[in-house]
């Protein structure tokens, strides 16, 4: 199994339930993958993206996601070597964010270049 981040709610809308169904379903194919050098499934946890592009004055401004970012972890994400899977968060790198953005970091080589504060400041 891939190993999931510490943080799993069963979630209890719709959205939240094909998210958490197309994780186990791209955990089910890895496992299923007789050879597992074949196949990448990145799933990603995206965090608040809007049209404005900005953080805003929101108590989601700690998981938003600037547009220069997104491009960055898909790109990130569409390089990735065959042998990466997993489930990652994606987001900018804001002060209080409360997720942790290592794995994608460590595996993926995705580094937020943007943050709130930064653009608050």
Known sequence: DLPLPDI???GNKAYDQ??????QMAQ???KN???NNSKSIICARFGWVN???EPGITPLRTVWFSYRDVCSFI????EAPLNISGIYFAMSNNHRLWVDLD?????LGYIPQDGAEKLLD
Do not use: F, H, V, W
Not at 103 to 107: E, L, P, Y
């Open 28 to 30: 089910e194919i890895i």
């Open 33 to 35: 993958n007789n050879n």
């Open 18 to 23: 094909s998210k958490i169904i197309g994780e």
């Open 103 to 107: 794995d994608a970091k460590r595996d």
């Open 75 to 78: 790109a990130k994400a569409l």
């Open 51 to 53: 049209i404005m592009d």
């Open 8 to 10: 799993q709610t069963p």
